[in-house]
């Protein structure tokens, strides 16, 4: 028999940027590990540096960075981060974003413009990654935009769990806030044995971030609304439909979202009388400012780390959803 055989065992680490360091400390707890020591740095005139300080040679790396803002600065990180694992000899390097960066541009909705969701991708595989796990993604097809593996990760069990614990199913109606996401919504509306209701709206395209809402497709006076996305940006989508919502009778709105975003003026604006709770995941960091008190923060970090062991493990990601998607 000619060739080597090394006795050797696959060795799992976990590197973070700096955007959200606390998930990633949680995501290695749950590991039972820790995050490797990074020297990351930005220079005077705003360069990013990284160096890690451990040998990576052979090793099975996961990159984790929530893309908050500044956005563009955490994705470069993260893409420096990369290629100085590549060039570090690393085996296999995933990258970990819970909030996929430039999601929302999935597609040409009008001519001249760009598709920066597959940019993204492009630039993640040129810096050396082989693969892409992120949760809720805006667009499914945005796995096909990379050239390799892409777990797409659901946060639907994480929420499902606290809303059946905390909400009382009998008169719940679960509500799609547009129908781009109704496919998500009837998912939610099996899982919990609720009718389901769509909310009809109409987005200026030459106008970011402003939103009109049309009609309610279904039946919500005298019902408990559950309103489901997977982002929170600005918040004036969801204000907008919880008003609707109780226009049209409803008693209460219950708004469930993977990745609260809340870019200015989403904090006041979902602290809305018209918004009873707002049950999101630590995908991105909230700092205090942007928290309150009827707003529930899920941690997400057991699912991460239960998937990153499924991936180092050779195991299968797609049974942690089966059913579920």
Aim: charged letters at 25%.
């Amino acid at each position: 028999m000619t060739g080597i055989t090394t006795t050797g065992e696959k060795k799992l680490v976990i590197v973070s940027g700096r955007a959200h360091p606390a998930l990633a400390d949680a995501v290695a707890k749950e590991l039972d590990t820790v995050v490797l020591p990074t020297d990351a740095r930005t220079f005077a005139n705003g360069e990013l540096y990284a160096r890690y300080d451990e040998s990576v040679r052979g090793c099975d790396v996961f990159v984790i960075q929530s893309h908050t803002a500044p956005i563009n600065e955490w994705l470069m990180e993260q893409l420096i981060m990369v290629d100085a694992l590549k060039r570090a000899s690393a085996k296999r390097i995933t990258v970990v974003s819970p909030f996929y960066p430039y999601g929302r541009q999935d597609k040409k909705g009008r001519g001249r413009e760009p598709i920066s969701a597959r940019l993204v991708a492009d630039l993640y595989k040129a810096a050396g990654a082989d693969r892409i796990m992120s949760i809720d993604l805006h667009a499914a097809q945005i796995q096909g935009f990379f050239d390799g593996p892409v777990d797409h990760l659901f946060a639907m069990p994480v929420l499902l769990d606290h809303i059946a614990k905390t909400t009382d199913r009998a008169n719940l109606t679960v509500v799609s806030p547009d129908m781009g996401r109704v496919r998500v919504a009837d998912i939610w509306s099996d899982k919990l044995d609720a009718p389901l209701a769509i909310i009809h709206k109409r987005r200026d395209p030459k106008v970011a971030n402003q939103v009109s809402v049309h009609e309610i497709v279904g039946d919500v006076n005298g019902r408990v609304c559950l309103l489901v996305d997977d982002l929170i940006d600005t918040g004036r989508t969801i204000n907008k439909a919880a008003a609707a919502l109780k226009a049209n009778g409803a008693t209460g709105v219950i708004v469930a979202a993977t990745h609260a975003v809340f870019s200015d003026p989403a904090v006041e604006l979902l602290q809305s009388p018209d918004i009873d709770r707002v049950i999101v995941t630590d995908t991105l960091p909230l700092p205090d400012e942007k928290r309150w008190d009827s707003l529930t923060i899920l941690p997400i970090a057991p699912l991460l780390a239960r998937a990153i062991k499924e991936v180092f493990g050779d195991g299968s990601v797609t049974s942690m959803f089966d059913g579920a998607a």
